[in-house]
């Protein structure tokens, strides 16, 4: 996965306008894409490809819908960690990392260490996955979920200016 250079790339008026487009659906073909920003398919092309180079697109996925796969439990999880040393973080962070069950991970500030989402087919995997990831592991000082009642939106659309 390309790495950002240590500046931001400055993406003029084309560059956004293609953002937003691809953001919103990553198949649009670039013919469809270069007749609605007013710049050739080639130059569409280039503009994709600089921008994936630079780091400013990391990769296409696809946004499943859970309930189709009958994953009916999605929860945001607080985590607290006995503390915050480089070591303790990190541990946790590779964990998180490497569970399949959590879609996402934060490292966070305000009095709690990280923000996570879980989900999970059922009440019963999602117990288990708590005492594998949070009762179970000595870093972790308290833990607490928030059962999401509806997903509202999902996706990563970022706003471009």
């Not at 921008?51 to 499943?64: K, L, P, S, T």
């Not at 999970?120 to 000595?138: G, K, S, V």
């Not at 833990?143 to 999401?148: D, K, M, P, Q, V």
Request: net charge neutral.
């Amino acid at each position: 996965m390309p790495r950002p250079s240590s500046s931001p790339r400055k993406l003029d008026s084309f560059d956004r306008a293609i953002l937003r487009i691809v953001q919103r659906d990553a198949k649009t073909p670039q013919r469809t894409i270069a007749e609605a920003v007013n710049l050739s398919a080639a130059a569409v092309q280039r503009r994709i490809a600089a921008m994936e180079a630079a780091g400013v697109i990391e990769r296409n996925v696809a946004i499943v819908d859970t309930k189709a796969l009958g994953m009916t439990i999605t929860s945001i999880v607080e985590v607290t960690l006995i503390n915050e040393r480089p070591q303790t973080v990190d541990g946790a962070k590779a964990l998180f990392l490497a569970a399949p069950e959590v879609q996402q991970c934060y490292y966070v500030t305000g009095g709690i260490s990280f923000v996570l989402v879980i989900v999970t087919d059922d009440m019963i995997e999602y117990e288990a996955i708590t005492r594998r990831l949070f009762a179970d592991n000595e870093a972790v000082s308290s833990f607490r979920s928030l059962i999401a009642l509806d997903r509202v939106k999902a996706g990563a659309e970022i706003v471009v200016r």
